[in-house]
């Protein structure tokens, strides 16, 4: 089959994406041999270590390439040779299992870190996650803690993160004896919040119809606006990325060629099929033009004092807020991308994201009109993927709104 043939439009930023992502994996292991490499977790405040002149790594990006190359059952594996259960995090397990086992494992694993930053805003899985690799590669850990939001922030919270930031500092500077400079950290904020600000304007292209780009597509294009803010170099990449997706807008060209039913994602991908289950749901015109995944880079650093700034907008990341907030996100998303429906994917490793949509589906649809399905999972361990069950359940979907 040619690819005029195919039910999906490939972006041709794909591969300016292929180069930015092949940096940042030489960029890592660079810092690691110099010994300045921090591992850190998808909610930390990137922008402070970036302005001190470390290199950074993200093992839940790690995770997501374990499981493209769909070796999850294998890299997880090696950590419950250790003693680790299946129930723990695929993410956790695939990292853990690397370090144990790094000759066997996607580019020879992550390189060694010499400090491990965890904030607990996304998950508290983190810091036990990070004091385990911190017995096998003798990296100390930071924990950067946010207390949950339920509706706003109270000021003695916004206090106690903004103090924690402070100690962050503290803690990086006597570790790598290397100070902040406040010029340097204005610029990397400046970076960061324009690499957030163009990734938002693609994100919002997808309100139109045909929506410009997919799931799959927003997934992978999401990669270096969570683990590059403050880069300068991934601004070219976001600005080619928003040309292409406003000329498919201009042009009337949709993500795929067949646009029919609209649907919402909730979670994680599964990364080992990510290609395989939203291309497969293209051949019957669905597309998915939001989740609530990707909409979770937001905010712009700036103001008198960016630590203040810094503080409240990783307090308020989506995973950090309670029921409502989610509710009240999802049904935003379906009433602006005008959409059909929603797909809540339960994720067996992620706990924290997956809590509560059993109630969740229940009041979304009671307040937007729209069903939703619940279909389970694992972001990383295909061994807890059950295709058929699966496939049952988004054809009951499909059947409610077709």
């Known amino acids: 089959m040619t690819q005029e043939e195919k039910v999906y439009r490939l972006l041709d930023t794909h591969s300016m994406l292929n180069q930015v992502m092949f940096r940042y994996v030489l960029e890592g292991h660079s810092a690691s041999e110099e010994e300045r490499l921090t591992w850190i977790t998808s909610g930390f405040p990137v922008e402070i270590p970036v302005a001190m002149g470390l290199g950074v790594v993200y093992p839940e990006q790690y995770g997501a390439v374990v499981g493209a190359q769909k070796v999850g059952p294998d890299v997880c594996g090696y950590a419950e040779d250790l003693g680790y259960s299946q129930e723990l995090c695929s993410y956790a397990r695939a990292s853990i299992g690397s370090v144990a086992r790094p000759d066997d494992s996607p580019l020879e694993g992550l390189p060694k870190p010499q400090a491990l930053l965890a904030g ?9 996650w990070y004091d385990a690799v911190s017995q096998m590669t003798d990296a100390p850990v930071f924990l950067f803690d946010t207390p949950p939001l339920e509706g706003e922030q109270p000021p003695h919270h916004l206090e106690y993160v903004r103090s924690g930031i402070d100690n962050l500092v503290q803690f990086l500077s006597e570790r790598f004896g290397k100070p902040l400079e406040e010029d340097r950290l204005r610029e990397v904020a400046e970076k960061s919040s324009e690499a957030i600000r163009l990734w938002t304007k693609c994100l919002e292209a997808c309100k139109t119809k045909p929506s410009p780009l997919n799931c799959a597509d927003r997934f992978l294009a999401m990669a270096p606006v969570v683990s590059q803010r403050g880069a300068d170099y991934i601004l070219e990449y976001y600005e080619a990325l928003l040309t292409e997706v406003q000329n498919r807008v201009s042009n009337g060209l949709g993500a795929i060629r067949e646009e029919k039913v609209r649907l919402l994602w909730d979670n994680i991908p599964p990364w080992f099929s990510i290609f395989r289950f939203f291309n497969g749901l293209a ?6 033009p939001a989740d609530t995944y990707t909409h979770a880079w937001s905010g712009k650093i700036e103001g008198p004092d960016l630590f203040d700034t810094v503080a409240r907008i990783y307090s308020n990341v989506y995973l950090n ?17 005008s959409l059909d429906g929603f797909v809540l994917f339960s994720v067996r490793s992620c706990k924290r994201y997956s809590l509560g949509q059993l109630v969740s589906k229940e009041i979304v649809t009671e307040r937007t009109g729209v069903p939703g399905v619940i279909i389970e999972g694992d972001m990383v361990d295909s061994r807890l993927f059950n295709d058929a069950q699966i496939q049952t359940r988004i054809d009951a979907l499909l059947e409610m709104i077709l």
């Open 283 to 288: 051949k019957r015109g669905v597309v998915f």
């Open 120 to 128: 607990n805003n996304i998950c508290g899985t983190v810091l036990r």
């Open 321 to 337: 807020k309670g029921l409502d907030a989610k509710i009240d996100k999802m049904c935003e998303l379906i009433r602006d991308y």
